[in-house]
């Protein structure tokens, strides 16, 4: 079983930065497909941004230019660099593992408010 944590959630100001790290367990996390959902009140749970095991990446419209994710295969971890922050950007921010099966963090929330 691969087990998936998230951090680096919190509260920040319109127009801040905060940067989401997740890890998952297992000894072939590079070749584990990563992404970041996000899910608001009352909204479905919608993509925000994908890594790949050869590090390609894709973004939501809503998040082009302003986020960016990455993988350090060697650390198990991947990243997701959030900046100019918006207050529509506030939700619970999960990370997916994928490689056979796939595996959901518990989430982290993101509240950007002032």
């Known amino acids: 079983q691969v087990q998936v944590v998230e951090s680096g959630g919190g509260l920040v100001q319109p127009g801040g930065s905060l940067r989401l790290s997740c890890t998952a367990s297992?000894?072939?996390?590079?070749?584990?497909?990563m992404a970041w959902y996000r899910q608001a009140p009352g909204k479905q749970r919608e993509l925000v941004a994908s890594?790949?095991?050869?590090?390609?990446?894709s973004y939501a419209d809503s998040v082009k230019g302003r986020f960016t994710i990455s993988r350090d295969n060697a650390k198990k971890m991947v990243y997701l660099q959030m900046n100019s922050l918006k207050p529509e950007d506030t939700a619970v921010y999960y990370c997916?593992?994928?490689?056979?099966?796939?595996?959901w963090g518990q989430g982290t929330q993101v509240t950007v408010s002032s």
């Open positions: 997916k593992a994928t490689f056979m099966n796939t595996y």
């Open positions: 297992g000894s072939i996390f590079s070749l584990y497909a």
């Open positions: 890594i790949n095991s050869g590090s390609s990446t």
